[in-house]
T-cell receptor, first 111, second 114 residues
Framework: GQNIDQPTEMTATEGAIVQINCTYQ??????LFWYQQHAGEAPTFLSY????GLEEKGRFSSFLSRSKGYSYLLLKELQMKDSASYLC????????????FGGGTRLMVKP | NAGVTQTPKFRVLKTGQSMTLLCAQD?????MYWYRQDPGMGLRLIHY???????AKGEVPDGYNVSRLKKQNFLLGLESAAPSQTSVYFC?????????????FGAGTRLSVL
């Protein structure tokens, strides 16, 4: 089977750092994606990891450990606009196009 | 550049009615997908297409049909709507190029079946 787990909700303070974890057990692996989804809106792409290590993109970073089936999304210098759901998704097919999503983590940023 | 456009944005159906959701993309993407999103369950793949004239089943295909007569359009049909199909439906598209396989999503269709 396949299982992608992430916390349901997290709360953090404006200006702080927050780490959102994602663990996966899938029959195949060809990359891990993070998407951001504001309430009532479409998911938008944040990051992609296919090799172990850290990918940094501005205030957002994503880490992958394939041997541990583990990833995290790190958000620095939190802003109120970062309040959203963060979706972890694993690609299992050779072309890297078929995604299996976790349930999403709803992040609330408080002043 | 519109990206991925879904119509309608909202719809209310009675049990047993039928409807078609339309997805259009202007990025010349080969792959297109239909997902449903329910509270706490994330996005689940209903059907997908790897090119014009081709479709395939995803994780939760029962009760839905799809067609891809033109590369830019992907239609999702509900032949006889049921309350269990109340959900938010998202269409997405992506390139065949593995280096550019990010999925781009439409704004969603909120469907209620009474």
């Amino acid at each position: 089977g396949q299982n992608i787990d992430q916390p349901t909700e997290m709360t953090a303070t404006e200006g702080a750092i927050v780490q959102i974890n994602c663990t996966y057990q899938t029959s195949g692996f060809n990359g891990l994606f993070w998407y951001q989804q504001h309430a009532g809106e479409a998911p938008t792409f944040l990051s992609y990891n296919v090799l172990d290590g850290l990918e940094e993109k501005g205030r957002f970073s994503s880490f992958l450990s394939r041997s541990k089936g583990y990833s995290y999304l790190l958000l620095k210098e939190l802003q109120m606009k970062d309040s959203a759901s963060y979706l972890c998704a694993v690609s299992q097919d050779d072309a890297g196009n078929m995604l299996t999503f976790g349930g999403g983590t709803r992040l609330m940023v408080k002043p | 550049n519109a990206g991925v456009t879904q119509t309608p944005k909202f719809r209310v159906l009675k049990t047993g009615q039928s409807m078609t959701l339309l997805c259009a993309q202007d990025m010349n993407h080969e792959y297109m997908y239909w997902y449903r999103q329910d509270p706490g369950m994330g996005l689940r793949l209903i059907h997908y297409s790897v090119g014009e004239g081709t479709t395939a089943k995803g994780e939760v295909p029962d009760g839905y049909n799809v067609s891809r007569l033109k590369k830019q359009n992907f239609l999702l049909g509900l032949e006889s709507a049921a309350p269990s199909q109340t959900s938010v439906y998202f269409c997405a598209s992506s390139s065949l190029d593995r280096a550019k396989n990010i999925q781009y999503f439409g704004a969603g269709t909120r469907l209620s079946v009474l």
